[in-house]
């Protein structure tokens, strides 16, 4: 028992009399920082042409879904309609962006632009793509505002 409250008087000094054992006197107190947030609004959306790129880039990497998520619920409004652009999507064997232009720029609005594009296509043997003639094709490329984001809402033959 001596042997005990020995220990414990030993450990007690030891607690109250070194400073380094000591608990702060006053406690430091945290407190949550601000962090600046940076707005939505602020972020740049890539620019239209990087839109159109990745778009061709993904078909051409067979990342249908991530093609089909890059466009406007006009091109894609149901099941049905996504099936059909997966099937002539797989209808192309390879396809490169050659050439990308703004189309009348004058016209555009904030939520609207149009480019003319050049693409070098070649299709499976017997399967019929969106782009169906191989070599090379002009298309004209909606992009449309959606959420926020652009959107490939249609690709035609004419402006």
């Known amino acids: 028992m001596f042997i005990f409250i020995v220990i414990a008087s030993v450990a007690a000094a030891a607690v109250f009399f070194y400073p380094k054992n000591r608990p702060p006197a006053n406690p430091p107190v945290v407190s949550p920082t601000s962090v600046p947030t940076q707005a939505a609004e602020t972020i740049p959306l890539p620019s239209g042409e990087n ?78 793509s969106f782009v169906p003639d191989n070599g090379e094709n002009t298309r004209w490329v909606r992009l449309q505002k959606s959420a926020n984001l652009w959107k490939i809402a249609e690709i035609a033959t004419g402006p």
């Open 51 to 128: 839109i159109i790129r990745t778009f061709f880039e993904l078909i051409n990497k067979r990342r249908f879904p991530e093609v089909l998520a890059m466009m406007d619920s006009q091109m894609i409004p149901n099941d049905t309609t996504k099936q059909e652009w997966t099937v002539s999507l797989n209808g192309i064997a390879s396809i490169k962006l050659t050439q990308i232009e703004k189309h009348q720029p004058e016209f555009w609005t904030a939520e609207s632009q149009i480019y003319q594009v050049t693409l070098q296509v070649k299709n499976q043997p017997g399967v019929t």
